[in-house]
């Protein structure tokens, strides 16, 4: 936006084809064959900004903000929300409009700023938005959860019903938090990633449930992973999460203040301590087979150490490759399972059966 003459933005959306080249039939109702689609919020002088995208089979969705302009400055965004068919027009059965404007924060004696950075849609048809409530003011990690009309689910409470939909999270009282992107774990749990300030702004992660929003306690501390990096500030940018559990950030961190101003990037890869390691076993001699000297191999889902036992007896510290000196003939079951750092062993080790011919 141009503060000095209060010039309109709209969120734009566009599609290609497999050649890179603008989708001519992508043009919602506007007839202009260009492959661009334009969409205006709010009426009047507004920025209306798109930060998230989430496709499904029935249509498109695009989050990000909605905010009034009082001379010249924003003032007021709200969450905003855009639902659009595949073919780029307004999907009218999304809050008759296929717009939906969620106020946050109440901006009554102040400019207040929600905007959305991320979407994930559930299996029911309901829309998760997560995102920074009142950014600067001093700013919270916020997220909502609409049914397929576009309404608010009052369910997503936090365990303190009944709620309006939406929820601010704090990691202290006096810290500021801002979201940027947000991820979604095998589970369904939502991670959001970010920036977590008191003196200095550190990357941050948090956890969520997506039934109800309620913060995961047991996620890091009190649901918060405050990592700093560097000398100075660190925020983390994007967030992804793994099969295994483990979740990858990437953002930058404050190296040095120059001249000039230095940042590097980071990639960090965080795992759930309440998740014990999943061994699985990679190599293993014939089940039927005269070599009376097995070999096994393996590997465990996340760094670990090993125990393994044969035929029942006690567990002891192995490692892969396993060799094991002549046995006798007959049947014999090997069994190992992986350990964490905090000796929290693999519930259900990996089992191989095996026997000995003559």
């Given amino acids: 936006m141009d503060a000095t003459t209060a010039e309109d933005f709209d969120m734009a959306l566009t599609r290609y084809r497999p050649n890179g080249t603008l989708d001519p039939a992508f043009d919602g109702d506007s007839g202009t064959a260009d492959g661009i689609v334009t969409a205006t919020i709010a009426p009047g002088t507004t920025l209306d900004g798109a930060y998230a995208m989430d496709v499904t089979p029935a249509g498109i969705v695009l989050g990000g903000e909605s905010g009034a302009v009082d001379d010249g400055l924003t003032a007021d965004a709200d969450f905003a929300l855009a639902r659009f068919d595949l073919d780029g027009k307004f999907d009218t059965s999304f809050s008759g409009d296929g717009k939906v404007i969620t106020q946050i924060t109440d901006g009554t004696n102040y400019d207040a700023w929600d905007y959305v950075v991320g979407l994930t849609s559930l299996g029911n048809g309901d829309l998760i938005a997560a995102g920074t409530a009142d950014d600067l003011h001093p700013g919270d990690v916020a997220s909502a959860r609409y049914d397929s009309t576009g309404e608010l689910v009052t369910s997503f409470d936090g365990g303190n019903a009944p709620g309006p939909g939406f ?40 956890r969520y449930a997506p039934v109800d929003g309620a913060i995961d ?60 390691p999943q061994t699985k076993i990679t190599g293993q001699p014939p089940r039927r087979s005269h070599d009376p000297t097995p070999t096994f ?59 000995i011919l003559k």
Wanted: hydrophobic share 35%; charged share 25%.
């Fill in 167 to 206: 929820l601010t999270y704090s990691n202290t009282p006096t810290s500021t938090e801002r979201a940027i992107d947000l991820a979604v774990e095998p589970n369904g749990d939502l991670v959001v990633s970010g920036d977590v300030k008191d003196t200095l702004a550190s990357m941050g992660l948090s």
């Fill in 217 to 276: 306690t047991g996620f890091g501390d009190q649901g918060w992973v405050v990592a700093p990096l560097g000398t100075g500030t660190s925020r983390a940018r994007g967030v992804a999460t793994q099969s295994n559990g483990r979740i990858l950030a990437t953002g930058e961190y404050f190296l040095s203040d120059g001249p000039p101003v230095k940042y590097r990037p980071f990639l960090a890869r965080f795992h759930d301590d309440a998740k014990a």
């Fill in 297 to 355: 191999k393996f590997a465990a889902d996340m760094p670990a150490s090993f125990r393994c036992s044969l035929d029942g007896k006690a567990f002891k510290t192995c490692n892969s490759p396993k060799n094991y000196a002549p046995l006798d003939f007959g049947g014999h079951i090997f069994r190992v399972k992986g350990v964490d750092s905090l000796d929290k062993a693999d519930p259900t080790p990996a089992r191989a059966a095996f026997r």
